[in-house]
């Protein structure tokens, strides 16, 4: 099948490259030019592990392309994927004018019958706009509109596609439906489901399922913080509750909050709806108030350790994207910690595998980068942990010991075990279990 994919962000390179791994021809179109040229020359813009050994195939077999020319690429493809940035507006709902400014300019070069797949998180009702704004200049003969929201999660996001939980498609239109079969099926081989449902479904199932997978989390992070209160172990707790199957055993990790492009924007645009729709969506604001002050949770541990006076402290930062592989430091907690500690005077020093670039772009250097984790710690007061890449979990704690001045150690993330921080003469600090 001839697929185009207009955006090539996280989602949409992802698409376009896992579908052409399937066997599809795709063009991906961008208008960012630079962005474009640097693809056709086998350079990916984003990090996601596994991408680049399908990209690099498809580029190389000839299934793979890309172009700023929309009307180059959508030429003969029987779908196209709308995976644009819908970022939030000032009053929180999201933004649709990139949606609906390829919407535009697709209707006048439409020729040949064509589903068109929204991709991105939108919100109710998008699709019927999308539609809209397309019919303006072609005949609605000519196209479907289908909501096809994308459940990848960054750093897996390849594995995600590939092997789905299931696959959401909302389309009343059964030409769509036969298209839509057809393009997932050596996706869901497995018997994972597509479940079909309307458009409006569809939208609001994406939001639901983002929701609830962050009040899963904020629930998580409520029940450490009366821990800590009470003198109870959140880490107990989540192996008491997890094996129930109705509560699950994942989603249950209490830390310093969620992060990300999708969880925080997510949440915030479905109370928006719900407020527009005239419904008070309780449970999501408590959770955004409660994600807000969770970011910095370690903060006052931090201060009280110090009596109070952090001034040329010297805290060497573990991990800064928002969270394990991937370079995304969108609504990173570690983002919100150095902001406070510098204000209070404090030094950082920072290492992340994949996000030093990406922090430096945003607040240059007024904060040292190292080369590796040691080198972050070196004549440190303490080690503050931010991410859980995995390269933090086992560190070689003697040698940290000779390194740092004093054997302090903040861990938003829960990394070790208590008794082994008891054990190595640890002070220890974490989230929602005794210090
Ligand atoms: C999330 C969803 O998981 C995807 O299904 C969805 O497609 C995506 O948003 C999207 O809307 O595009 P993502 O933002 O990549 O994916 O990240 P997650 O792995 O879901 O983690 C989100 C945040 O929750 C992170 O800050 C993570 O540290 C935090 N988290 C996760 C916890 O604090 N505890 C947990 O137990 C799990």
Same mark, same amino acid.
């Given at each position: ?28 179109? @961008? ?44 030429? @003969? ?157 959140? @880490? ?7 094996? @129930? ?191």
């Amino acid at each position: 099948m001839k697929i185009a994919v207009v955006g090539t962000g996280y989602v949409g390179l992802v698409t376009g490259t896992c579908f052409a791994e399937t066997g599809n021809q795709v063009v991906c179109v @961008d208008i960012d030019a630079n962005k474009v040229e640097k693809m056709k020359n086998g350079i990916i813009p984003i990090y996601e592990p596994g991408l680049d050994v399908l990209f690099n195939r498809n580029t190389a077999e000839g299934r793979l392309k890309f172009t700023t020319d929309l009307a180059e690429g959508i030429k @003969d493809a029987k779908v196209i994927f709308l995976a644009l940035p819908t970022p939030p507006g000032e009053d929180g709902s999201a933004d649709l004018k990139y949606i609906l400014k390829v919407a535009n300019d697709l209707g006048p070069i439409l020729d040949q019958y064509v589903v068109v797949i929204d991709k991105s998180t939108v919100p109710v009702g998008t699709a019927e706009k999308v539609h809209a704004a397309i019919a303006k200049n072609a005949s609605t003969e000519l196209f479907d509109v289908v909501s096809n929201p994308e459940f990848l999660r960054e750093g897996v996001a390849v594995e995600d596609f590939m092997k789905p939980d299931r696959v959401v498609i909302g389309t009343s239109s059964e030409k769509a439906k036969g298209v839509m079969t057809k393009l997932y099926a050596p996706l869901v081989r497995q018997g994972n489901p597509v479940i079909f449902m309307d458009e409006r479904s569809a939208e609001m199932t994406k939001y639901a399922a983002n929701a609830f997978l962050a009040t899963k989390i904020t629930f998580m992070n409520e029940i450490a913080n009366l821990c800590e209160m009470v003198g109870a172990n959140v @880490d107990d707790i989540r192996r008491g509750i997890g094996t @129930d199957s109705r509560i699950g055993k994942r989603f249950l990790f209490a830390g310093i909050g969620y992060g990300g492009s999708c969880f925080p924007k997510d949440v915030q645009a479905l109370e928006k709806t719900s407020k527009d729709s005239g419904y008070e969506f309780q449970i999501l604001k408590a959770v955004m108030t409660v994600n807000e002050d969770q970011k910095t949770k370690l903060i006052p541990h931090i201060k009280a350790h110090f009596g109070g006076d952090l001034k040329g402290k010297v805290f060497g930062m573990w991990g800064l994207a928002f969270k394990p592989y991937t370079d995304d430091i969108r609504e990173a907690p570690a983002l919100y910690n150095i902001k406070e500690l510098l204000a209070e005077g404090a030094i950082i020093k920072a290492f992340d595998p994949e996000a030093m670039e990406n922090v430096k772009g945003v607040i240059g250097d007024t904060i040292t980068y190292t080369k590796g984790p040691y080198e972050a710690i070196k004549d440190a007061d303490a080690v503050l942990i931010m991410t859980e890449w995995p390269q933090f979990r086992t560190p070689e704690f003697e040698v940290m010991e000779v390194l740092l001045k004093d054997k302090v150690i903040f861990d938003g993330r829960n990394l070790y075990e208590l008794e082994q921080m008891k054990e190595l003469g640890y002070t220890y600090y974490s989230i929602g279990r005794e210090t």
